[in-house]
C-alpha cells in the first residue's frame, strides 16, 4: 500500500487542523493505520491509531481528549482531527500501516510496514 499524508500547516495555539493520510495499492480496510510524530529533537513518537473496521482507536496520553483519528474506507483516506494544538504538537507527522499488528504493539514504529512522506505542522504560541 502507498500513503501520502498530507493537511499539515501553520496554525496558533489553540487552532485545529484535519490531517489526511489518503492510500492507494491495496485492500486498505485490511490495514490498521496509525499516525506518528518527529522532531529534531525526539524519536519518533506514536500519536494515535485506528483499528481495520474504525471500531477502535487509540490515542497518546499527550493528545487524548484532543484529537480524533477517523477512518473512510470507502475513501480509502484515514483522518486526524487536531483541536486545541500546543506549540509542542509542532513536528513532522506521518502515517503508517500494517497488516498484522497487534493491538499490544499498536504503539511501537517499527512495527509498521508502509509509511507516508510526512507533513509538518507548526504551532506558533
Known amino acids: 500500500v502507498q500513503l501520502q499524508a498530507s493537511g499539515g500547516g501553520l496554525a496558533q495555539a489553540g487552532d485545529f487542523l484535519m490531517l489526511s493520510c489518503a492510500a492507494s495499492?491495496?485492500?486498505?480496510?485490511?490495514?490498521?493505520v496509525a499516525w506518528f510524530r518527529q522532531t529534531p529533537e525526539k524519536e519518533r513518537e506514536f500519536v494515535a491509531a485506528i483499528d481495520r473496521s474504525g471500531a477502535y482507536t487509540y490515542y497518546a496520553d499527550s493528545v487524548k481528549g484532543r484529537f480524533t483519528i477517523s477512518r473512510d474506507n470507502s475513501k480509502t483516506t484515514v483522518y486526524l482531527r487536531m483541536n486545541s494544538l500546543k506549540p509542542e504538537d509542532t513536528a513532522v507527522y506521518y502515517c503508517?500501516?500494517?497488516?498484522?499488528?497487534?493491538?499490544?504493539?499498536?504503539?511501537?514504529?517499527?512495527?509498521?510496514?508502509?509509511w507516508g512522506q510526512g507533513t509538518q505542522v507548526t504551532v506558533s504560541s
Open positions: 495499492g491495496s485492500t486498505f480496510s485490511g490495514y490498521v
Open positions: 503508517a500501516a500494517s497488516r498484522s499488528i497487534i493491538v499490544s504493539s499498536i504503539r511501537k514504529s517499527d512495527m509498521y510496514n508502509y
